[in-house]
């Protein structure tokens, strides 16, 4: 059972897990506190020193913007992984099941 339908179930549930994680990260309250506003803290601490904040803030905005698209392209690339794999294995059962009966 394990060997059968562990792997169904992985791959099934694989991309809504990532695209989770994605929204986890953007619109929780945990996400927000733990990323955004320590990121927002770090920058305001780092662009004191010079005084001046945009640079440091808008540092922060691109950090903040590249690890959200990467996390979604993740979500992406193993979405279309799963999909060319299960028309890959849809495509050998068609192969096995046209053998015409004699």
Do not use: C
């Amino acid at each position: 059972m394990r060997m059968i339908l562990l792997p169904q179930a992985v791959t099934a549930m694989l991309p809504p897990i990532v695209a989770q994680l994605v929204v986890a990260l953007k619109d929780t309250a945990l996400g927000y506190q733990i990323t955004y506003v320590e990121a927002v803290r770090q920058g305001i601490q780092a662009g004191s020193a010079y005084s001046n904040y945009i640079p440091a803030l808008l540092v922060v905005a691109a950090v903040m913007i590249a690890i959200n698209f990467a996390l979604s392209q993740l979500a992406v690339t193993v979405e279309n992984k799963l999909r060319k794999g299960r028309k890959h294995v849809a495509k050998a059962a068609d192969r096995q099941v046209a053998v015409p009966a004699l």
